[in-house]
Structure formats: C-alpha cells, structure tokens
C-alpha cells in the first residue's frame, strides 16, 4: 500500500512540476517576445520631500502588459527574466524609457524631477551597464544629475571591489545612487561608507508594522540615524497611513514614498500630478511662536 502510494504521489509530483514547467515555458516565451511586441510600459511613484511637502522625484516601476495574461506583476516575471538573463535587454529599455519620459516631460514644462530607475543583479554585473546607462543619458538628453539608480545591498556585497569602481563611475557621472529595500540584505557598516551613495529607502517590511511594533520601530530610527550621520537621503517606502507617516516624520525621515501619497501611475497621469503642484504632506508643525 505503501509502495501504492508512493507511486501516486509520484505521479502526482511530476504531473505538478510538468504544468509548472510548462506555464514557465510559456511564460518564458512570452517574456522573450514582449519586447519586440512593445508589451512593457512603466509607471511612476513620486517621492515626496517631507520639509516642503512636495515631489522630489518619481521612481519607475516596470509593467508587462500581455494581450492574454493581461497584467503580470513585476514579482512573477523580473525574477525569471533574471534567471534567463532577458533582464539585461529589458533594463535597457527602461533606462531609455525612463529617460526620454523625464525629458517629454521637461519639454511640456514640467519642472524637473529626479528620475529613479531599479537595475537588477545580473544588469549590475554586466559589463555593458555603464555603456547602456550613457546611452539612455544620450539619446534622452537628460542631464545625469536627475538620474538615480537603485541597487540592493548584497549587489554591491557579491563583489565590493569590483561593485566600488562601478559605482564610483556612476558617481563620476553626476549620477545619483540609492540602496534599496535596505536592511533586508546583508551589509556591512564599515562597508557602506566606502560606496558613494547618497540614500538609503528603509525596506517596506519595516514600515508596515509602524508605529506599532516597537522592533519595527528601533529598527527604522537606527537606520534613518545611521544614514544621516553618513550624510545620507534617508527615504521610507510603503508608506500607507497617517501613522507610519508622523512617526516617520518625527523621526526626521527625510522623504517617502507610498500609497499614502500616491500609487505608481502611468505617464500621462503622474504628469498630471506634477503639474498640479499638490502638497501631498503637510509641512512640519513650527515650533509656538514664543516656545522659545
Ligand atoms: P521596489 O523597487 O522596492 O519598488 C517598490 C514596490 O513597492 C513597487 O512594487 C511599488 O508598487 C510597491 N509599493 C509602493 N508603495 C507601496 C505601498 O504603500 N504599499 C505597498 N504594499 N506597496 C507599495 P512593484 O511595482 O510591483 O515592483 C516590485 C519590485 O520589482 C520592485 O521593488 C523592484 O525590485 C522590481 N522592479 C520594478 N520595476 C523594475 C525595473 O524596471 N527593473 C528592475 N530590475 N526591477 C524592477
Ligand atoms: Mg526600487
Ligand atoms: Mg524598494
Ligand atoms: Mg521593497
């Protein structure tokens, strides 16, 4: 009996991993057409400043939409273009996007906004990143300044030596670096002052559970402390209430992104918002007259 059922959960199992390894191939498939069938788009979350209340700049988020599969989230499909390597190609094409939208919009009188693109762990260890990176900057001409580039922290830990020079090239440029999703990774302290970034986005997990969880809480003062005293932008993202927001803000967070503000929107959309110039946080309380 045993032996029995064995062998159905065997043949269970590999009935499993067929459908799996098929939807993965069709998925795969898919993925290897998209670009040529112009499939992606992005959207854009802005990032407010919380002294003025204002948008510093926006951060671009990659979109797959499939005519059949309809809209496939970057958390399915970045890993497994990862995996095939396809992210190479399809970061190209974001960081040419993103670009030439910063100037469209530039062009239509918009004030300028920095402009924050994702580069993934096999885009970070290519060695024609830089090269396609002056590409965007070029065809776009977009000035370098209003360029960020957001990488993770065990991308610049797999191979610090070689992760400072690239970054050090980036920086040479005029364009700006931030550690994403940080604390979730393994980094060292003495480490990170040798990386020229310029800020840091407290990890989602550690916002979430604000002001409520008190480890949530040393956790997200410890690292807006930490990179202010290494003179770095410290930016919370997730942020969905009020809550999160004042405790944040109490604690000098110097800018966040999140739902709160603003959910990633289309082009045409996020222009809309930045032309209406809207104070998406309200200033800091000043002092009492008088309080001294
Ligand atoms: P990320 O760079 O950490 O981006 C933040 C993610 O959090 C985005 O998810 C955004 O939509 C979501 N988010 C923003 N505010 C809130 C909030 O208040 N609450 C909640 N629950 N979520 C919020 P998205 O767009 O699904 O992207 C997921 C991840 O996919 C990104 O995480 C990034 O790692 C990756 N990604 C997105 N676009 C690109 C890209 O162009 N290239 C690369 N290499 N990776 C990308
Ligand atoms: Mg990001
Ligand atoms: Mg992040
Ligand atoms: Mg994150």
């Not at 040419?96 to 919009?105: D, L, P, R």
């Not at 239509?108 to 090269?131: C, E, I, K, W, Y």
């Not at 990774?185 to 997990?205: A, E, N």
Request: charged share 25%.
């Amino acid at each position: 009996l045993a032996k029995e059922d064995g062998k159905n959960a065997f043949r269970f199992f590999t009935k499993e991993i067929k459908t799996q390894s098929i939807e993965r191939l069709t998925l795969e498939s898919a993925l290897r057409r998209a670009l040529e069938r112009d499939q992606f788009c992005l959207h854009y979350q802005p990032k407010i400043d919380m002294a003025s209340g204002q948008i510093t700049g926006v951060e671009a988020l990659l979109r797959w939409i499939h005519p059949e599969l309809g809209t496939v989230s970057p958390g399915q499909f970045i890993p497994l273009a990862e995996e095939t390597g396809l992210i190479v190609p399809i970061g190209r094409w974001v960081l040419k996007e993103a670009c030439a939208q910063n100037m469209t919009w530039q062009r239509r009188g918009l004030r300028p906004v920095t402009m924050a693109v994702n580069l993934s762990p096999r885009q970070f260890a290519d060695p024609n990143l830089l090269h396609d990176v002056d590409e965007a900057l070029l065809a776009s001409g977009m000035s370098p300044v209003l360029l960020q580039l957001e990488v993770t922290e065990s991308m610049v830990m797999r191979n610090v030596s070689r992760a400072i020079k690239v970054l050090d090239a980036i920086q040479s440029r005029g364009i700006r670096l931030a550690i994403d999703d940080f604390g979730t990774g393994y980094s060292s302290m003495s480490l990170m002052k040798q990386f020229p970034i310029d800020t840091i986005k407290i990890d989602r997990s550690f916002v979430r559970d604000l002001p409520v969880d008190s480890e949530d809480q040393a956790i997200a003062q410890a690292i807006i402390s930490m990179g202010k005293a290494l003179g770095m932008t410290v930016i919370a993202e997730g942020v969905e209430t009020l809550e999160q927001e004042t405790f944040l803000r109490s604690h000098a967070c110097d800018e966040m992104q999140g739902f709160l503000f603003s959910k990633p929107l289309p082009a045409r959309q996020m222009a809309d918002l930045l032309r209406a110039e809207p104070r998406l946080a309200s200033p800091p309380l000043q002092p009492e007259a008088g309080s001294g």
